[in-house]
């Protein structure tokens, strides 16, 4: 059984895409809303809470892990690796980033958080590969409490959009990684700033076509588990409602 964590409820936008993809498998959820976000941690803390999270999942039974945070993967992967080396541990930025290369692209752009963006792990793995590709890479910190807000649409959002991301327009970028948990959500008003030429690469539907291909493990009986670190009403409400179905969320202490 895999073990999906992240900094909170925006891993859920990862979750959506495996009930999509893969409706049979089982999982177990983890959110860390009591420590969420991690965007704007250093690296350090953030690691630190990273290999508490994965050791909840993997005491609970876990043998592979997703890690749906675009800052834990940014920053936690290689510890956990070695941590763990008998344990799958799928990431979300190299799925992004083949997926971004696949198109063609000689202008890539990159959104995520503060902690994402300063690792610089993007720019890496793209131009690891493909040194002539431009990366322009841009923190949009408020887009996370926007998003919780519920805040898709408001005039005030596609202002805030438009200020973060006309440079990718006006730059003629052509594509651009939506390096967050949260960013799927804000997908028609990230469009409409970019303008409709610029192709969204979705981190989170990206893993779970990896993951399709090197771990999916159809069971008979599906079970799926939902743990919280801090279960407030407003996460359990945002949660079901981006999920668009009722969970029963259980509280874990880590
Ligand atoms: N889950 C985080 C990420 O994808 C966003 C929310 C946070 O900052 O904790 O980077």
Known sequence: MTGIFDSGIGGLTVVKALLKL?????????????????????ADTI??????????????????????????????????????????????????????????????GVIGTRATIASGIYQKKIQNG???????????????????????????????????????????YQTLILGCTHYPLLT?????AVGKKIHLIDSAEEVIQKYKKEAATKKEAATKTYFLTDISPHSVAIAQKWLGKKVHFEKADI
């Open 130 to 172: 493909y040194a002539k590709v431009q990366v322009l890479s841009k923190p949009c910190p408020l887009f996370v409490s926007l998003v919780e807000e519920g805040w898709m649409n408001e005039r005030e959002t596609k202002q805030i959009a438009r200020k973060y991301l006309t440079v990718f327009r006006e730059k003629s």
């Open 47 to 108: 690691i630190e809470y990273a290999k508490k999270d994965a050791k909840f999942l993997l005491d609970a039974g876990c043998d592979s892990l997703i890690i749906a945070c675009n800052s834990v993967s940014a920053v936690a992967t290689d510890i956990l690796r070695e941590l763990y080396p008998d344990v799958k541990i799928f990431e979300v930025i190299t799925p992004a980033v083949d997926a971004a290369i696949a198109t063609g692209a000689t202008r890539i």
């Open 22 to 42: 893969l409706p049979e498998e089982s999982f177990i959820y983890l959110g860390d809303t009591a420590r969420t976000p991690y965007g704007n941690k250093s």
């Open 188 to 192: 028609s008003v990230i469009q409409r």
